[in-house]
């Protein structure tokens, strides 16, 4: 008995009512909020010197999240799409590539191979997006790597310091931002960056800007 596959094309897609074509684009949206990690490092960078990628450029910022695929389905469903994800984190005011919905969304400054590479994305990323991206953002996630502190060189007073410099930039350059959460390794490194960001905010007065410590990976 010969067996034939099932086919699940729907081929009269076109000639539904755009209301019913534009309801299901919405359905085929993302429907809960990204962390959206961040590499603001290009080419010339510490952290790319011995390796290079097309995708990485000195126009702006990339990310290894998938692009929604309504932005590449066709021309309607890439202009809903563009309702809700705005392109975004370019250098120097030019137009950025990571979709980005400033409603929901989290960027996160994540642990990147290379020496002081995680410090250098983040600090590129605050003096080189435009200004008008960065003031729609509401929270951010800062992994400890970016503190530029580590076991062998770990000194609780240079440790708070640090904390209070990420903490004290932030306040600077994202003026919206009021949540911020530090990511930890492991749980004796997390204790300990607990305590540093508690030190920080307390001796900085900061009572609106929330953060918190979590374990890289918990839910």
């Keep these: 008995m010969e067996v034939t596959s099932a086919h699940h094309d729907f081929h009269l897609f076109s000639q539904l009512p755009p209301e019913i074509r534009l309801r299901i684009w919405s359905l085929n949206l993302p429907q809960t909020s990204r962390l959206i990690p961040i590499n603001a490092n290009t080419p010339s960078s510490p952290s790319n010197s ?9 126009s702006g910022c990339t990310t290894t999240i998938p692009v929604p695929p309504n932005l590449h389905v066709c021309s309607e469903s890439r202009l809903h799409a563009l309702q809700t994800f705005t392109p975004s984190f370019g250098f120097a005011r030019t137009q950025g590539r ?3 919905d400033s409603s929901r969304d989290m960027v996160y400054f994540p642990r990147l191979p290379g020496l002081a590479a995680s ?3 983040f600090r590129s990323f605050l003096l080189l997006c435009c200004p008008d991206e960065l003031s729609r953002l509401r929270r951010v996630a800062v992994h400890e790597d970016v503190l530029g502190v580590d076991d062998a060189c770990y000194h609780s007073g240079i440790a708070v310091g640090r904390t209070m410099e990420i903490i004290t930039l932030i306040r600077a350059r994202l003026p919206s931002v009021d949540e911020v959460i530090f ?4 749980e004796d490194s997390g204790r300990r960056l607990q305590m540093q960001v508690e030190t920080a905010v307390r001796d900085q007065c ?4 929330r953060c918190m410590v ?5 839910e």
Excluded: H, M, N
Excluded at 214 to 218: I, R, T, Y
């Design 214 to 218: 979590v374990l890289e990976g918990a």
């Design 50 to 58: 011995k390796q290079s990628s097309p995708s990485r450029g000195a």
């Design 183 to 186: 990511v930890s390794t492991r």
């Design 206 to 209: 900061e009572d609106t800007l």
């Design 119 to 121: 410090s250098s994305s």
């Design 98 to 100: 990571i979709p980005f």
